[in-house]
């Protein structure tokens, strides 16, 4: 049988595809899910095991042994106690009041081009950039302060609400928590360890699909119309800048030639949308091949993917609106039985990369 080294150096190189049909390598994980100080103290109480070890970094590998003698009983075993501590995790959980939280933040902006990377951006931006001591000082009350803020108010929203929406999952019979984290295991569903992934439409997946079915640029499109229209735009903006001063000024104008752009614009979206819903391995494999170098993973992921169809930018408001989250997702793990997990595999290749990966994937749609 394979032991303790053996799936610790795959799961440590992220050779994660045999943890898929093997359940000495399902065993490891959910064994490691508890070795946390504590956890593991509580499980040897519940499962009446005695472990000679005092370290944490040895008690790991000893239990998942002692485990590994009946790796069936075992599962039984470590399933009632995972369940049990996510009970507890949860009644911990004031749901209603980080809800309330979540929904003070009025607007999802980064306040910089870092892409989530503030340490490099600033580096490169103003520590690298500029000799003046006076220069620099004057960007903490303008630049720097934005930039910081929305870094931080954006990373706030994003982990709360993550722990909502993980909290929803994990709250169905269907799943079996982690309570300890896995480094790219949230949970398992039908024993099967998947990582969770909350996003949107990627706007580069849009623009690809537009340019691939023959739409016009958006941007190139709407400047057209509202020359058209006789709008005026300030044409040294940022992109991003005067696509909204246009949509904006095009929806108060009240002028047919501006509501049927903006309808144009908006059909052509949900063409997008209606395609990705039908065939979610499409999107599936792009977020794959798309994603950041730094956060590069081939782990099995599940994607709940959140799309306000009445304004794209607007879908990050999704990740806190539970009356829609909750029934959409119980919904899909309520039917998860009936799923073949085989019918979910794909393959992607990744830039700079020489090997093929394959991994379990599927898509969940919110759409407002």
Not at 121 to 144: C, G, M, N, P, W
């Amino acid at each position: 049988m394979k032991d303790f080294n053996y799936w610790k150096k795959q799961h440590d190189s992220e050779k994660l595809s045999e943890f898929n049909s093997d359940s000495s390598g399902l065993l490891w994980l959910k064994t490691k899910s508890i070795a946390r100080k504590g956890l593991i103290e509580s499980f040897s109480k519940f499962a009446i095991l005695v472990l000679t070890e005092t370290s944490l970094t040895k008690q790991f590998p000893e239990l998942f042994t002692k485990l590994s003698q009946d790796i069936e009983a075992s599962h039984l075993l470590l399933n009632v106690f995972i369940r049990k501590v996510n009970q507890e995790q949860a009644a911990s959980l004031d749901e209603s009041k980080l809800e309330s939280e979540l929904y003070k933040l009025k607007n999802f902006d980064w306040g910089g081009d870092y892409q989530n990377a503030l340490d490099k951006y600033l580096v490169s931006r103003y520590v690298k950039a500029i000799q003046s001591y006076d220069t620099l000082f004057s960007k903490f009350e303008t630049e720097i302060h934005t930039a910081v803020q929305g870094y931080v108010l954006n990373s706030w929203y994003n982990h709360w609400s993550s722990i909502l929406i993980e909290h929803i999952f994990k709250s169905h019979p269907a799943v079996l928590p982690t309570v300890g984290q896995i480094k790219s295991v949230d949970f398992f569903i039908n024993n099967i360890p998947f990582d969770l992934k909350v996003t949107y439409l990627p706007e580069q997946y849009v623009k690809e699909k537009r340019k691939e079915k023959g739409f016009p640029v958006e941007l190139t499109f709407l400047k057209k119309k509202a020359m058209e229209a006789n709008i005026k735009f300030d044409k040294k903006a940022k992109p991003s800048d005067i696509l909204y001063e246009i949509v904006e000024k095009m929806k108060d104008s009240g002028l047919s030639i501006c509501t049927d752009a903006l309808n144009q614009i908006k059909n052509e979206r949900m063409a997008i949308l209606k395609e990705a819903q039908s065939k979610p391995s499409i999107l599936s494999k792009w977020l794959y091949e798309n994603q950041g170098e730094m956060r590069f993973g081939s782990e099995n992921r599940l994607f709940l993917v959140l799309v306000d169809s009445n304004d794209f930018a607007n879908s990050w408001k999704l990740k806190r609106n539970l009356s829609l989250l909750k029934p959409t997702i119980k919904k899909y793990l309520d039917a998860i039985k009936t799923k073949r997990m085989e019918d979910w595999k794909i393959s992607f290749n990744y830039k700079g990369k020489p090997d093929t990966f394959t991994a379990l994937t599927d898509i969940i749609y919110v759409v407002k």
